[in-house]
């Protein structure tokens, strides 16, 4: 069985400031992590994806999120926020033999 | 290259009514999803399809049926819309079930009166 879980369903940044947003997946075998991005009325869009050939992970528009096995953490980060970064933010955990999981999401608000 | 298209955009109805969404894909993808979105409870499997003349039911198929039409297209029907059904509707496509990137299409808000 696979989970996962994004601590904090709101947070709120200044533009400029470290954008920091937590994900901890439970898995019994190497999971698939993702991160995906959903602008208002829009679908969800991938931003980076960890597939276990490198533990940090780079995505678009400047995000990255590093795979910690011990702490079980997918956490996303950007060192500096743009007002074009609100939007909603999902985790995703998939591992061979079982569907894709994805967390209740995390909404990003970067304030001027 | 259009992606995942979902129709209508938008959709009211009334209890009882019953109502098909459409989805299709260009991407050649052999998995297709059919998800809902809530407030506060992020994105929920209604049913999916992990390949061409298969489907299988997710976490919330009550009240849902659907068809995968063929390679491309994959339906959701509601047969007796509820108000409980009031949300908005996400088609994805992979190229397979398992670990793989899903590529959403851009939604249809339905409001059941």
């Known amino acids: 069985a696979q989970s996962v879980t994004q601590l904090g369903s709101h947070v709120s940044v200044s533009e400029g400031a470290l954008v920091l947003l937590r994900c901890n997946y439970s898995?019994?075998?190497?999971?698939?992590l993702f991160w995906y991005v959903q602008y208002p009325n829009q679908g969800l869009q991938l931003l980076l994806k960890?597939?276990?050939?490198?533990?940090l992970v780079k995505g678009i528009n400047g995000f990255e999120a590093e795979f910690k096995k011990s702490e079980t953490s997918f956490h996303l980060t950007k060192p500096s926020a743009h007002m074009s970064d609100a939007a909603e933010y999902f985790c995703?955990?998939?591992?061979?033999?079982?569907?894709?999981?994805f967390g209740a999401g995390t909404r990003l608000f970067v304030k001027a | 290259n259009a992606g995942v298209t979902q129709t209508p955009k938008f959709q009211v109805l009334k209890t009882g009514q019953s109502m098909t969404l459409q989805c299709a894909q260009d991407?050649?993808?052999?998995?297709m999803y059919w998800y809902r979105q809530d407030p506060g409870m992020g994105l929920r499997l209604i049913y999916y399809s992990a390949s061409e003349g298969t489907t299988d039911k997710g976490e919330v198929p009550n009240g849902y049926n659907v068809s995968r039409l063929n390679k491309r297209e994959f339906s959701l029907r509601l047969e007796s819309a509820a108000p409980s059904q009031t949300s908005v509707y996400f088609c994805?496509?992979?190229?397979?079930?398992?670990?793989?990137?899903?590529?959403f299409g851009p939604g249809t808000r339905l409001l059941v009166l």
């Open positions: 995703a955990v998939s591992t061979r033999g079982f569907k894709t999981i």
């Open positions: 994805a496509s992979s190229v397979g079930r398992d670990q793989e990137t899903q590529y």
């Open positions: 960890y597939t276990s050939a490198a533990t």
């Open positions: 991407m050649n993808h052999n998995s």
């Open positions: 898995s019994s075998v190497p999971p698939y």
